[in-house]
Structure formats: structure tokens, C-alpha cells
């Protein structure tokens, strides 16, 4: 495992309880809170009794080291500082979301919660068999179910296997275990031209490492409707989809995402990318916001192309994908974000996400999910799974 994801999933490992003896969250999840509560065992009470403690010791300095990070002023950080020790949150989540008043964090869903609400719906995303983390294996689930998406020319796993000539499109590498964009890489055009799998790999061979698996395939190009907001990068959106009361997949949260500047391959934020709504019914783009810290753009400040001008082409088709795709070929999982990519040739899964975040969607549309339909079907889901587990311990 590369050591980034052994970070993650070290700190993803241990579900936080938000308080001590009572949880502070969002009222939405308020039952789930209680269930945890009373099926606690006295030693586990304790220990959130004491990491509560921890938690109020370590709000000043981390209130302080955020105010910093972002260039919060002094008033800021005091404000900051007496909501999050009244509701247990991050500071860090107090600025990113751009939470004022205390009561507003009853529509939010803290960062840190998320993981744990994950690991109890989604609990196939957290075992090294999810098909989502490797994208080998997720491109051949797409295929196998008529999905589109984009063309696989060829895996890299200490010597090239699978390989189909790509006859002149051009080729991106990727790590099929990567997340956030990491190693992804534009291949030279010349590598597209070439037909003989023992030439093709030595032409791929600077851009490929015997450390990880990859993936070779078509790099996607955006519709005309994107030019001036795309700038060298495939822009994506995340739609990200949940099972409903009938368990059928239901859209819950859009946000599109595009390059800020010139020269990135990848339209993510961790590479100063530019994130904005995008409203369910008509798929129009709102203001966009960096995903960490500054300011908002009505604007791309490049082009200049105005962000209100947006219409998403073939929106309809891309969520009844997004739809079809959990449904269809992606049944074992609850909760999935699609990046879906609007091509000349109509919307494409790039990738699905078992572990979607809530980061994007509560920042860029400046509105928490605990409040929307996404809190009302975690709720849902939550209370389904532990019920589940309930009877299943009893059995």
C-alpha cells in the first residue's frame, strides 16, 4: 500500500465520538448518536469521556494554526474557537465551510464524522477487494455492464498485459490504486501511434514504476460547452449517489470541478482547482470557491468566462448514468461519488468513489448535507445497517 493511503486509512481507523458523555452533531443523526451511546461498554464511555477532554486542550492551538493557514484575523479565531468547543468541531471545518453561528453545524456533517457514517453503510469501500480502488478492476466492471467510459489500451503490472492499440488518441497513465489525481500523467502523442506491444512499453516505461499497477487508456477531451472553463484539464463533476427507501440510487450531491490556473492535467482541488454547485434539476454551475481557504469567483480567472453562463451539456444523461451505474454494476455499495466526464461523445465514468467526502459539496454549495436529502438517506441507511447488525449479533 503507498504510504499516503496507509495514512488515510490510520486516520480513518478509529470512529469519533463527537462529545463525551452526550454527542454533539447535526439533529439528523441524532438516533444513530443514541444507539452508539447506550451500546457502548463502559470502558469505551470512559475513553470518549477522555478524548473529549484531549479534544478541548487541543482547540486553542488548532485554532490558532487554522486562523494562520487561511489568514483568519484575531476576531476570527475567537469566534472560532467558542463554537468549536460548544460543538465539538474541527476549526478547520468551521473555516472551510464558512460557519459563523454555532446553530448552523445542526445542517452540517463534521469531517470527521463522515468516516465513521462511511465505514457503517459502506463498509465494502474499506476492504483492499473494493472494486472502486482499483480502477483495473472498476474499468472491467464499466465494460462488462456497457457503461461508457474511457477505453483501456493497456495495464502495467511489472510488464505490460492487455494491450490494445490506440491508433493515434491520446493516452494518460494512471496508478490504479492513486487517489487525488497523484502520478497521473499525460503520455507524448507518439506513444498513441505505436502498434508493437514491446515498443509501446518502452515508450510508456519513464511515465510507469514497478511499485503499483497501472492503467493505460484514452485521455477524454471535454465538450465545446467547457473551453473556457477546462483550460488543460479534463473537468469533472462528482455526482455522488445513495440508496433511497426502495433502494434504488438517488442523487444527493453534485459539484463541478475545473482547473484554475493553466498547465494541470487534472482538474482536482488538491492541485489548486476551482469547485462549485451544480443544481440537480437544471445543471447549471453556481460560484465556484478553491477547496481550501480563499475567496469565491463569479468568474474563471483565466478566461474570465462567467461561471452563471455554465450549462452542463447532456445533464439528464449524465445523472441517469451516474443512476444506472450504481445500480446496474455497482450494487454491494450504498454510497458512491461518480467523477463523470462530459465528452463530444456524451457523458463518461472516469471513476467512482466508495468514500465521496463531504468536503466538496458542503464548501461549494455553502450548505451543509446533514440538512438535504443526503442527511435524511444517511440517517436511513445508517439506522438500516445497525439494525442489521443488531439482529445479526442476536441470530
Known amino acids: 500500500m503507498h504510504?499516503?493511503?496507509l495514512a488515510y486509512y490510520a486516520k480513518k481507523a478509529f470512529a469519533l465520538f463527537p462529545g463525551g458523555a452526550e454527542a454533539a452533531?447535526?439533529?439528523?443523526?441524532?438516533a444513530h448518536y443514541e444507539r452508539r451511546r447506550r451500546s457502548r461498554s463502559p470502558a469505551r464511555a470512559m475513553l470518549d469521556r477522555g478524548i473529549a477532554r484531549g479534544f478541548a486542550a487541543w482547540l486553542p492551538s488548532r485554532t490558532f494554526a487554522v486562523a494562520r493557514k487561511y489568514g483568519m484575523d484575531a476576531q476570527w479565531e475567537r469566534q472560532a474557537l467558542a463554537i468549536a468547543r460548544e460543538r465539538f468541531v474541527d476549526p478547520n471545518d468551521i473555516a472551510l465551510f464558512r460557519i459563523e453561528r454555532p446553530e448552523e453545524l445542526d445542517h452540517y456533517i463534521r469531517r470527521f464524522e463522515d468516516a465513521g457514517f462511511n465505514k457503517i453503510i459502506n463498509s465494502q469501500g474499506w476492504s483492499r477487494a473494493c472494486v472502486l480502488v482499483d480502477k483495473a478492476a472498476f474499468y472491467r466492471r464499466c465494460a462488462a455492464h456497457g457503461l461508457p467510459h474511457p477505453a483501456v489500451h493497456a495495464v502495467y503490472d511489472r510488464g505490460l498485459r492487455d494491450f490494445r492499440p490506440a491508433?493515434?488518441?491520446p493516452l494518460i497513465a494512471k496508478p490504479t490504486h492513486g487517489e487525488g489525481g497523484r502520478g497521473v500523467a499525460l503520455l507524448p502523442h507518439a506513444v498513441s501511434d505505436i502498434t508493437d506491444q514491446t515498443a509501446f512499453a518502452q515508450a510508456i516505461a519513464p511515465y510507469v514504476d514497478d511499485r503499483q499497477v497501472w492503467v493505460i487508456q484514452r485521455a477524454l477531451g471535454n465538450h465545446a460547452a467547457l473551453a473556457d472553463y477546462a483550460m488543460d484539464a479534463l473537468a469533472t463533476a462528482r455526482l455522488t449517489t445513495m440508496r433511497n427507501e426502495t433502494g434504488e440510487p438517488e442523487l444527493v450531491s453534485t459539484v463541478l470541478r475545473v482547473p484554475s490556473l493553466h498547465g494541470p492535467v487534472i482538474d482536482n482541488m488538491k492541485a489548486g482547482g476551482l469547485i462549485m454547485p451544480v443544481d440537480f434539476e437544471t445543471?447549471?454551475?453556481?460560484t465556484a470557491c478553491k477547496g481550501y481557504g480563499g475567496g469565491d469567483y463569479e468568474c474563471h480567472p483565466v478566461s474570465g468566462a462567467a461561471f452563471a453562463d455554465l450549462q452542463l451539456p447532456d445533464w439528464e444523461k449524465a445523472v441517469?448514468?451516474?443512476c444506472r451505474a450504481h445500480a446496474a454494476a455497482f450494487p454491494e455499495y450504498t454510497l458512491i461519488g461518480w467523477d463523470i466526464a462530459f465528452t463530444p461523445d456524451g457523458p463518461m465514468v472516469v471513476e467512482g468513489n466508495?468514500?465521496?467526502g463531504v468536503l466538496m459539496p458542503q464548501r461549494?454549495?455553502?450548505k451543509g448535507l446533514a440538512g438535504q436529502r443526503y442527511g435524511e438517506l444517511l440517517a436511513f441507511n445508517l439506522e438500516r445497517a445497525e439494525t442489521g447488525r443488531a439482529?445479526?449479533?442476536?441470530?
Open 283 to 286: 445543471g447549471r454551475a453556481g
Open 391 to 395: 439482529g445479526a449479533l442476536a441470530a
Open 354 to 356: 466508495a468514500k465521496p
Open 320 to 322: 441517469a448514468l451516474a
Open 364 to 366: 461549494s454549495g455553502r
Open 3 to 5: 504510504p499516503a493511503e
Open 25 to 30: 452533531s447535526a439533529p439528523a443523526f441524532a
Open 167 to 169: 491508433r493515434g488518441h
